[in-house]
């Protein structure tokens, strides 16, 4: 026993050593490519007022497709959530979407906030910016802050962050303006039309779209593929970021999973004691991330194939999306027959959700995103191998399905002033739970804000 934890030791240290001495890979520069149909078409750069309006045919047609869906077979007896959604939930989904979800109100809802539309990059951009109300009696900064979020969600998770971010607080001399786009592909976005649109590329557009609004310098927030978009935004455009608030900080470095492994011999070498059990015994954990990353492996292969079943039944959307929304908000929700599905989220908000996806009919071009990320050329560029430069603010959600120990998030974001456990919530933290994510962005942007005071006047001496 001794000699084996001799042996790991040594080589630790040795891979920790050569780990130490690789050269630093250098930021690739990407093109800013054109990704719409109309190659060589200068973008009109307009910022056009955008507000949902969707014609009555496309939702008379949804409600034909949902009158006639067939018999779904019952889940088997005590299976929970456990073979995906329990078509026995489903079907009372369905029947409200069907008979009590209104999409003239919840399309008024979701225009409460302004919304636009610009081309970049040959595609329509879709966003929404929400500008703070100032208070008259005394002076407030305003921030921009871009927020992206990921799959299988959609701008609808911000609706309730919005407000949190944009009003002022009576104790802070700055407030939040928020820029939200859908990606491209998502919602109402422009898709590529070629291949090769993946999050660094994103991270393009979405840098041109903050200059085009004219800020050179601003924060960002992201979860899910908008936390991996924005990651690369800072490492592709370290000085235009303030700071990066993430609410799912993941490292997929080599040395990230060495460690990994080191740790399931000698675990408190990588991890504390509270956080072991999260993550070893590591077969456990592995063969779990196996089981619900099945579609992770479709989509980032065959994005079009299962694409085609799920853009002509709203049914099938609605069980492949809404299986995620169980899973990813707590992993044991999939033991419940509603999936704990309401525990967090109403039934007309979910199904906000899926019509975003249904009525632009965007599932398939979502998807495509996973195959992009997943390609080798992709691979290739090494973002995933880059630490991410810049002030960094990590929220840990207790039941976000991956888990990785601090030491190792905080070698692929050095430079991290907050780290934060928050003491419940999942995979949709600003959907799930928008004051915890909110109170986290306030007080990383407050630590990040004291920096730079402090930077400026050693600058100015
Ligand atoms: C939607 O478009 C129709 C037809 O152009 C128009 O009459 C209606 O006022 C619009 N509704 C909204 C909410 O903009
Ligand atoms: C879009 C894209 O970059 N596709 C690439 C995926 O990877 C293969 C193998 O490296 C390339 O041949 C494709 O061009």
Same mark, same amino acid.
């Given at each position: 026993m001794l000699k084996l934890a001799a042996l790991i030791l040594l080589v630790t240290i040795g891979i920790s050593f050569y780990l130490k001495n690789q050269p630093a890979p250098t930021v690739p520069k990407l093109p800013e490519q054109n990704w719409g149909p109309k190659t060589a078409v200068k973008d009109n750069e307009g910022i056009r007022p955008f507000k949902i309006n969707v014609s009555k045919s496309v939702i008379d047609e949804l409600n034909q497709r949902l009158d006639r869906t067939r018999e779904l077979q019952p889940p088997l007896e005590g299976a929970g959530w456990t073979y995906g959604i329990s078509t026995t939930f489903l079907n009372s989904v369905l029947k409200h979407w069907r008979t009590k979800y209104d999409w003239s109100k919840r399309q008024e809802l979701l225009n409460k906030y302004p919304q636009f539309k610009t081309k970049i990059q040959g595609l329509d951009i879709h966003f929404y910016h929400v500008k703070p109300t100032l208070p008259k009696d005394r002076n407030v900064r305003v921030l921009p802050l871009l927020l992206v979020h990921g799959w299988p969600g959609s !701008? !609808?998770?911000?609706q309730k962050i919005f407000p949190l971010l944009t009003t002022p607080r009576p104790d802070q001399d700055y407030v939040f303006e928020v820029i939200a786009p859908s990606l491209p592909?998502?919602?109402?976005s422009d898709a590529a039309v070629r291949p090769g649109l993946g999050p660094a590329q994103m991270a393009v557009i979405f840098k041109n779209l903050m200059l085009r609004l004219g800020y050179d310098k601003f924060y960002t927030q992201g979860g899910d593929w908008g936390s991996v978009i924005t990651a690369t935004l800072s490492q592709q455009f370290? @000085?235009? !970021?303030s700071g990066a608030h993430f609410n799912m900080c993941f490292s997929n470095t080599a040395s990230a999973t060495i460690w990994s492994i080191i740790g399931a011999y000698l675990p408190s070498l990588v991890a504390t004691k509270e956080e072991i059990p999260r993550i070893y015994p590591l077969s456990h954990h592995w063969l779990r991330l196996v089981e619900e990353t099945g579609y992770m492996h479709i989509q980032a292969t065959k994005p079009d194939t299962v694409g085609t079943a799920v853009t002509d039944s709203p049914a099938g959307l609605a069980a492949y999306i809404l299986e995620k929304f169980s899973t990813w908000t707590n992993?044991?929700?999939?033991?419940r027959d509603d999936g704990g599905l309401f525990e967090k989220f109403t039934i007309d908000e979910l199904l906000d959700n899926l019509m975003v996806y249904w009525v632009t009919n965007s599932i398939t071009t979502s998807f495509r995103l996973y195959a992009e990320t997943f390609n080798k050329s992709y691979k290739a560029l090494g973002f995933d191998e880059l630490p991410v430069p810049v002030s960094t603010g990590c929220a840990i959600f207790p039941h976000e399905l991956a888990f990785q120990p601090e030491s190792i998030i905080r070698s692929k974001?050095? @430079?991290?002033i907050q780290y934060s456990v928050l003491p419940r919530g999942g995979h949709f933290a600003a959907f799930e739970e928008p004051q915890l994510l909110a109170d986290d962005v306030w007080s990383f942007v407050n630590l990040r804000e004291k920096q730079l005071k402090v930077e400026k006047t050693k600058e100015s001496q």
């Open positions: !701008v !609808v998770e911000f592909g998502y919602g109402f370290p @000085n235009k !970021v992993p044991e929700y999939r033991f974001y050095p @430079n991290t």
